[in-house]
């Protein structure tokens, strides 16, 4: 069974602490993804990886930052986490080509910024 | 740039009854495709159905349906008697290109729709 997982459900953080929110999938999947869920404002991507170590900036990368140094790994790092980044964050990954392939998601992190 | 409408935030729904949830789309890209996702309370994204651009009947996945209308932009899901295990959000999705020369396909989401499903 395909597998994406994510390392911690829930956090609770400081403003201006790092935070590394960590993504593993079993898939061997070349494409991996990082959105962030807000109420009313449904999923927005904030950076991907269509390789290791190649990143590309999503929608709203601003005080993000990501490492993909495995093929099975990608993190997602606030070098300063700050209130307005309380939020859930969903991990995904999908293989690169067949146009009909869906994205397989991680449970989720569901992150709080005091 | 491709954008995704959803415009009912939220929908209670008698038990047994079917339901249709709204989802339109605007892109300029000949070839796409659109999925559904339903989110229960506990997070998880699961993968309900699937819809090309270029495919002639709409999908069917058991109880969901996609009236996929073309020349209108819409891909609606419907639900046929519906269950109270089908109280969840419902997120209508477009594959977009994110990278050049195939590099790598996401997803562009609506804002969603949280269906309750009452006894």
């Known amino acids: 069974d395909v597998k994406v997982t994510q390392s911690s459900r829930y956090l609770v953080k400081r403003t201006g602490e790092k935070v590394f929110l960590e993504c593993v999938q079993d898939?061997?999947?070349?494409?991996m993804f990082w959105y962030r869920q807000d109420p009313g404002l449904g999923l927005r991507l904030i950076y991907f990886?269509?390789?290791?170590?190649?990143?590309e900036k999503g929608d709203i990368p601003e005080g993000y930052s990501v490492s993909r140094e495995k093929k099975e790994r990608f993190s997602l790092i606030l070098e300063s986490a700050s209130t307005n980044q309380t939020s859930m964050y969903l991990c995904?990954?999908?293989?690169?080509?067949?146009?009909?392939?869906?994205?397989?998601f991680g449970e989720g992190s569901r992150l709080t910024v005091l | 740039a491709q954008k995704i409408t959803q415009t009912q935030p939220g929908m209670f729904v008698q038990e047994k009854e079917a339901v249709t949830l709204d989802c339109t789309y605007d892109?300029?890209?000949?070839?796409?495709?659109l999925f559904w996702y339903k989110q229960p309370s506990s997070g998880e994204m699961i993968f309900l159905i699937y819809?090309?651009?270029?495919?002639?009947q709409n999908a069917t996945e058991g109880r969901y349906s996609l009236n996929f209308q073309k020349a209108r932009k819409s891909a609606n899901l419907v639900i046929s008697a519906s269950q109270l295990g089908d109280s969840a959000m419902y997120f209508c999705?477009?594959?977009?290109?994110?990278?050049?020369?195939?590099?790598?396909?996401?997803?562009?989401f609506g804002k969603g729709t949280h269906l309750i499903i009452q006894p």
């Open positions: 995904a990954s999908r293989n690169r080509g067949p146009l009909t392939g869906e994205l397989f």
């Open positions: 898939m061997d999947h070349e494409n």
């Open positions: 990886s269509y390789d290791v170590k190649m990143k």
């Open positions: 892109t300029s890209d000949p070839s796409y495709g």
């Open positions: 819809q090309g651009s270029y495919d002639q």
């Open positions: 999705a477009m594959r977009e290109t994110l990278a050049a020369g195939g590099g790598a396909d996401g997803l562009t």
